[in-house]
């Protein structure tokens, strides 16, 4: 079974530009998250989707950043425009929604974005 | 509100040693807490996780913690490194799952084991 899936590995972009970062999460996971790690320090909650809603969107950081799920499958995260302070690791986890307490979330390779 | 610590951005050990990794955590609730760890060039794996009952919990790799409520702690050991322990570990904490299940991490640790 594949893994949770995250294209590109890395980019590199000019401020200003735009990028579109994608997660594939593992089949049948109904629950998708975005983390983000800048340089440095802590590994931060960005948002987390329930199939195609958006369930908490509390760490996204500005209005530049826009999360899309359509469909419930794969998820985007588009940054526009990039600043220099956007760059960082962007991870994805997915989990199964059983409502159990101790549901694994399985995360991806991540997508290492420089804004240069 | 919830926060981690971890205490050491780099831990260094020899081969066979004890690893000793520190973790504190703040929550107003009762935590769930994880330890996860990252080999070079790849995502984040989860060693271990404590929910509820048995505050001694085994994770993979012969890596296990402690949960000690009144210390807020939730260590992380390995009574002898191996050279394939070198990694970035990070500890993590987060509300129960109805409540979201976000983690909320600590900076991470990263762990060099020396021959």
């Known amino acids: 079974e594949a893994g949770v899936t995250q294209f590109p590995s890395h980019s590199v972009i000019e401020k200003g530009q735009t990028v579109t970062l994608r997660c594939d999460p593992i089949?049948?996971?109904?629950?998708l998250y975005w983390y983000r790690r800048v340089m440095g320090k802590e590994i931060k909650f960005l948002l987390h989707?329930?199939?195609?809603?958006?369930?908490?969107e509390s760490g996204m950081p500005n209005n530049r950043f826009l999360a899309e799920r359509t469909g419930g499958t794969y998820s985007t995260l588009k940054v526009q425009p990039a600043e220099l302070e956007d760059s960082g690791v962007y991870f994805c986890?997915?989990?199964?929604?059983?409502?159990?307490?101790?549901?694994?979330?399985?995360f991806g390779q991540g997508t290492r974005l420089t804004v240069v | 509100a919830q926060s981690v610590t971890q205490l050491g951005s780099h831990v260094s050990v020899s081969e066979g040693a004890l690893v000793l990794l520190r973790c504190n955590y703040s929550?107003?609730?009762?935590?769930?807490l994880f330890w996860y760890v990252q080999y070079p060039n790849q995502g984040l794996q989860l060693l271990l996780k404590?929910?509820?009952?048995?505050?001694l919990v085994k994770g993979i790799n012969g890596f296990e913690a402690q949960f000690k409520k009144i210390e807020t702690s939730f260590h992380l050991t390995k009574p002898s490194a191996h050279m394939s322990d070198a990694a970035e570990y990070f500890c993590?904490?987060?509300?129960?799952?109805?409540?979201?299940?976000?983690?909320?991490f600590g900076q991470g640790t990263e762990l060099s084991v020396k021959p």
């Open positions: 986890a997915s989990s199964v929604h059983r409502g159990e307490p101790n549901t694994e979330a399985f």
């Open positions: 089949s049948g996971h109904d629950n």
């Open positions: 989707f329930v199939k195609e809603s958006k369930q908490d």
């Open positions: 929550s107003s609730v009762p935590p769930y």
């Open positions: 404590y929910t509820t009952g048995a505050t």
């Open positions: 993590a904490v987060s509300r129960p799952y109805n409540q979201g299940g976000k983690l909320i």
